[in-house]
């Protein structure tokens, strides 16, 4: 793990995760020979050229063919070679959703799906280029582990912790040009270990993703109107932070979920999917997406309809409390 | 449509149509726009709508109409500015183009109001369904033709492969392909990405295949377009055209980095004064 400074932080939040991701995969290459890159026709937009300039060798473009792209990383994973394939998350994971499971969940393969762009980020291109389902549908795969970014420190310290990492990985990328800073120091990052990012006792916002910056917004507009809120980072969807959760069960009043994607099988539905084996745990509501096809618009015009704001968040929890 | 329509008339459409490309993308601010992908099949499309296809802007969902698909969905602009040309769309609405809560997004999403018969965007899958549409028309002993717009970057897509099969398969001598070759997709060069023979790959799959080598070129894309539509081979057909991506404006011409990207307005008042003059 390399140490970066603040400046390239301000950097990479001005630019937003392709920018992390692209610079972070440079440096994987110094660092693990055996980590190759495999994208679908998106060196630029994922920005790969990097990469492909650094190691041209170890850079392999399949061609406009995500399901090829899926069962070609998989033949690399079983030879032992560790791949990061690289896709629009609105394609990959759903177009080889049945690779995802038979090649790499069903085999446990050492290998990362990354997904860029994730949720509305697309904004204008439409509906067809919004991942509202990506998690919902490796969630359902076995052995897949689900990584949901916060900030760009933590794109960077999850892409390495990919490296090591045993089984498959899917690593859902949020947060565009102003990707806000929650980590500007060091700090520590593990796979499937929520960070309590605030403290507080009536509300619980567990988020992940770029919207941990609006969830810890949102806690601070309710403490001026006296209400406590904790804030989760629960950058992994799966497996879930277990410890945590039963911690908030205990000891909050209502629970609120906060993620750039369907209300169903995402984020709230893992947390929703764990409280139901507890009786008398707190009332849990859901900041999403929505069940629906979305308007078109730019992504702070969708986030604002979705009342994926600060504002927003804050009057859903008061209106629930 | 017009018996009247001639070469030159649909020419000068093919023109106005670029203007559109370039105001609906400059209108679309810092949302930038695909310009190269729609400035190559310019011509393509123009053919369609003005001459090829029977359809009536004032009945978008007559049953006899003739079904374009752009299966190649981030080309849009080329497909609306065939829209606001003939009638569908008024200019008004085209430059919401983008715009927030506009049913005109970056790809096209379905509205038979407007004459969009599919959403497409996802590459492959306009091209699958397009086979659905030419075998519903068999069923239902319609006469119609399914016209579909593919890129040549979109081959590299399975799904293509494989509906392409299930075509000849079907004898959907009623689905015409046009592949619009500009030999760009996103990454780089199609040739540097996936070098394949697309000839041989659809004549291996058993289409009827002609090879336009001027796709830009309004006489040559419409005698190939009018040969397929009249031909008895049984087969579907495919029209492989050779054609510049960014066609019309200097800088964007074969170029990758105007694949997609937002136009400031030193590079629109350069466009616009090309596309004048040319
Ligand atoms: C299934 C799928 N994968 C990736 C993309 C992203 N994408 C949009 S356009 C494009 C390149 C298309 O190239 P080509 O078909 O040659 O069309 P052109 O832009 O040259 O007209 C890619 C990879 C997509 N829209 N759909």
């Known amino acids: 793990m390399r140490k970066v400074p603040i400046e390239r932080l301000q950097e990479w939040s001005k630019l937003g995760h392709r920018t992390v991701l692209g610079e972070t995969l440079v440096m994987l290459g110094a660092d693990y020979p055996e980590m190759v890159t495999v994208t679908a026709d998106l060196t630029p937009t994922a920005r790969l050229t990097g990469f492909k300039e650094a190691y041209p060798d170890r850079f392999y473009d399949v061609g406009i063919a995500e399901q090829n792209m899926i069962d070609f990383t998989a033949g690399l994973a079983v030879e032992g070679i560790r791949p990061f394939a690289v896709g629009l998350a609105a394609i990959v994971p759903m177009r080889p959703a049945e690779q995802m499971r038979v090649a790499l969940g069903y085999m446990n393969l050492n290998a990362t799906v990354v997904g860029i762009e994730a949720g509305v980020r697309f904004g204008p291109l439409g509906n067809t280029h919004y991942a509202m389902d990506d998690i919902a549908v490796v969630r359902a795969i076995p052995n897949f582990t689900i990584v949901s970014p916060s900030d760009p420190l933590q794109v960077h310290k999850a892409l390495y912790a990919a490296a090591e990492y045993d089984g498959p990985i899917y690593m859902r990328l949020t947060g565009g040009p102003g990707f806000p800073i929650m980590y500007p120091e060091d700090f520590d990052f593990q796979i499937g270990k929520a960070i309590e990012y605030r403290k507080g006792s009536e509300v619980a916002f567990i988020s992940n993703g770029a919207l941990l910056g609006e969830a810890v917004a949102a806690a601070e507009i309710l403490q001026t109107k006296g209400i406590s809120v904790r804030v989760i980072d629960m950058h992994t969807v799966k497996p879930l932070d277990t410890v945590m959760l039963d911690k908030v069960f205990s000891e909050n009043k209502l629970i609120v979920t906060i993620e750039e994607h369907s209300p169903i099988g995402g984020l709230g539905g893992a947390v929703a999917e764990y409280k139901a084996g507890f009786s008398g745990t707190p009332k849990q509501v859901f900041a999403s997406l929505g069940d629906k096809f979305q308007k078109l618009g730019d992504h702070a015009f969708l986030m604002k309809e979705n009342g994926l704001t600060a504002s927003g968040l804050a009057a859903l929890a008061e209106e629930n409390l | ?278």
């Open chain 2, 1 to 278: 449509m017009d018996k009247k329509i001639t070469i030159e008339s649909i020419e000068r459409e093919a023109a106005v149509m670029r203007r559109h490309v370039i105001e609906m993308g400059y209108a679309a601010g810092g949302r930038g726009a695909h310009f190269g992908p729609a400035l190559s099949s310019i011509e393509i499309v123009a053919s369609l709508f003005f001459k090829v296809m029977n359809h009536n802007p004032l009945e978008p969902t007559m049953t006899e109409r003739d079904r374009f698909i752009q299966s190649k969905g981030h080309a849009c602009l080329s497909y609306y500015a065939a829209l606001v040309e003939t009638g569908y769309i008024t200019k008004d609405q085209m430059y919401t183009f983008k715009g927030d809560g506009s049913f005109l997004s970056g790809h096209p999403s379905r509205n038979m109001r407007y004459g969009i018969e599919i959403s497409s965007g996802s590459l492959g899958n306009g091209f699958a369904i397009a086979g659905g549409m030419a075998k519903a028309a068999k069923i239902k002993k319609e006469k119609h033709k399914v016209y579909c717009l593919v890129g040549d970057g979109e081959c590299n897509e399975g799904i293509i492969w494989e509906a392409a099969m299930n075509g000849a398969k079907s004898k959907l001598d009623n689905l015409i392909a046009i592949v619009d070759r500009n030999g760009v997709q996103l990454a780089g060069k199609t040739k540097d990405i996936m070098d394949v023979d697309l000839e041989a790959l659809w004549k291996a799959v058993g289409w009827e295949v002609l090879i336009v080598k001027e796709g830009n070129d309004t006489a040559s894309i419409l005698k190939a377009l009018e040969k397929m539509k009249n031909s008895q081979s049984g087969k579907p057909h495919v029209i492989i055209a050779n054609t510049t991506k960014g066609k019309g404006v200097s800088f964007m011409e074969d170029s990758i980095s105007w694949h997609a990207r937002p136009l400031n307005k030193e590079d629109y008042e350069q466009a616009v004064s090309e596309l004048e003059n040319a």
